[in-house]
């Protein structure tokens, strides 16, 4: 049981802490536990539906090593391992060996992969990649409840409802973490011999799509930074910052990506005019990676051949569209039946508009061929794409936490006035007599990186943005929350902020149009053969210092 610290919160001791519950999240818990170590998940939603896969997800990304043409991990290596991608050949090849162990646990808790008839798996083409390598999920929306009860089976410790507001930082290494219960209050100091970052990659409500609703958003609208902001602060290094920028077409007005199956399975991409548009920009057409995909339906837009914009299933075998329209895309977002209802859908006659989606921030926390990052002790499960990256990334990232922190004693007690700031800081909101609630801040947030951020930009503009994004900042005092969801929110959209302010930032530095980059930029139209590397973060003497590795 959790013993009181003075009256302030509960502490907890473990060998492995997993920050987030989700497919990262579980997959570090499942390698620690599997080494026989004390471990605990802590998240601010509930383990049985929290993450990116809590809503579903349709695809599993697997190189199998089969016959088949570009199947072997040695294909995947090939593919991601480029200069701007932050990928180090050793921790891909690690990704694809371990995608075996990964099928074998889902398979076993229950999830369901779709086969041929022969028995092999079905898989599609897709996002540019040379293989068929994702494998077809049969009912995608029940696969988090289960993979919850095996994380429970396991005896995994499990802290839901808790927001970390900071990594404990103590001799040089991470020492734990402490946060706070999003429905009581309850104050949560954790100390840990190391720790795994698996808080969600994708920073979403920092922009918006055509409804407006920064929650109905392409990817999950609770993550706001804070894999990215926690780190920064604890002195942890960041990259791709200024590359991993990402948005992707959505059924229009519908914020749920679901467009790997359609794209992969052979579908068209049609402008105003029903011209077939994606064989100017890539020769895999609408199989392009997913950036260039977006890129070039918006050039398509900037010459005026739409909106609107087109996907054309019509010309596909009855099964095919069949599977994509009743299985897959519910998968990926159990709404899909009421919206297709609604707009009067049907693939096997109607073409179904599409839009190019929210944009959405992202980077990854510098990390060696151990998944350890600069800052000794702390492990970074997400990184890679998908799925299959975020679960096998996580364990991954979980095994070598579990190996480091059987070699390391146990961090001594909690520091009792470190803890008392911290709370002080995270409560200080509720106790504001400020007038300004998260709403306002986070809107204007948004405001900022639509008119500056967005998918052309230049440098006047962003820094346009960073001065703007400064008012913004100076309301942060002013800040005001009524109750504890609210003081969730707040915290939120201040973690929000800082990652739009590093973002920006590191836009400013990449002063090029390329394959590197969703956005384009109208003062530097082409490529820099100069900037294909990599763009690093700290935060040194309290302010964030940028250089090219």
């Known amino acids: 049981m959790p013993e009181k610290l003075d009256e302030i919160g509960c502490v907890h001791e473990t060998d492995v802490l997993v920050l987030g519950g989700g497919a990262s999240g579980c997959g570090a818990a499942l390698a ?126 499990v802290l839901d409802r808790v927001m970390i507001t900071r990594l404990v930082v103590e001799n040089g290494r991470l020492a734990g973490a402490m946060g706070y219960d999003v429905l009581d209050g309850t104050f949560h100091v954790i100390r840990a011999n190391t720790a795994v970052l698996a808080l969600g990659p994708r920073t979403t409500r920092a922009t918006s799509n055509s409804t407006k609703n920064p929650f109905n958003a392409q990817f999950p609208p609770f993550n706001t930074g804070t894999q990215y902001v926690l780190p920064y602060e604890a002195g942890a290094r960041l990259v791709c910052l200024d590359t991993r920028q990402i948005a992707t077409i959505l059924p229009k007005s519908f914020g749920c990506p679901g467009m790997n199956g359609i794209t992969g399975s052979g579908s068209h991409a049609l402008n105003a005019k029903g ?33 609107p914009f087109y996907m054309d299933m019509r010309h596909l075998p009855d099964d095919v569209r069949d599977v994509l329209e009743h299985d897959l895309m519910p998968g990926d977002k159990a709404t899909w039946g009421d919206y297709a209802e609604q707009r009067g859908l049907d693939f096997s006659t109607k073409l179904m508009e ?95 990186m639509d008119y500056y951020m967005g998918y052309v930009r230049n440098e006047q503009g962003m820094r346009q943005a960073l001065a703007s994004l400064k008012l913004v900042a100076d309301l942060a005092g002013d800040l005001h929350a009524r109750n504890w969801h609210e003081l969730m929110r707040t915290h939120e959209a201040l973690d929000l902020l800082k990652m739009c302010k590093l973002v920006t930032l590191a836009s400013l530095e990449r002063k090029e149009t390329s394959a590197n980059t969703i956005y384009m930029r109208t003062d530097y139209p082409g490529p820099d053969p100069s900037m294909n590397r990599l763009l690093a973060v700290e935060k040194i003497d309290g302010e964030p210092r940028l250089r090219w590795l």
């Not at 022969?118 to 993979?147: A, E, H, N, V």
Request: net charge negative; proline share 7%; hydrophobic share 40%.
């Open 32 to 157: 620690s536990r599997e080494a026989g170590l004390r471990t605990l998940i802590v998240d601010k939603g509930k383990i049985e539906s929290c993450g990116c896969i809590g809503g579903g997800n349709d695809h599993f990304m697997a190189v199998l090593n089969t016959s088949e043409p570009f199947d072997t991990v040695d294909d995947m290596v090939g593919f991601y391992c480029k200069p701007t991608s932050g990928y180090l050949p050793e921790t891909v090849a690690a990704w694809g060996q371990v995608i075996p162990h990964i099928i074998d646990f889902l398979t076993d808790v229950g999830v369901q992969f779709r086969k041929n008839a022969d028995g092999s798996y079905m898989r599609t083409q897709g996002f540019g990649q040379p293989g068929s390598w994702w494998i077809l999920i049969r009912q995608g929306q029940y696969m988090k409840p289960l993979i919850a009860k095996r994380m429970h089976d396991l005896d995994v410790d």
């Open 275 to 307: 011209e077939r548009f994606m064989p100017k920009y890539h020769p895999m057409n609408e199989q392009a990676p997913r950036h260039l995909f977006v890129q070039g339906l918006f050039r398509e837009q900037l010459i005026g051949n739409g909106p």
């Open 354 to 448: 599409v839009e190019v989606g929210d944009l959405a921030f992202e980077g990854m926390v510098d990390r060696d061929a151990r998944f350890q990052s600069t800052l000794p002790g702390l492990f970074v499960g997400t990184g890679f794409p998908s799925f299959s990256g975020a679960i096998c990334g996580g364990y991954l990232a979980g095994m070598n936490a579990a190996q480091a922190a059987a070699e390391l004693p146990r961090p001594g007690p909690a520091d009792a006035r470190a803890v008392r700031e911290e709370q002080a800081r995270v409560l200080r909101p509720l106790n504001s007599d400020g007038q300004t609630p998260y709403t306002l801040f986070e809107r204007a947030i948004r405001q900022v």
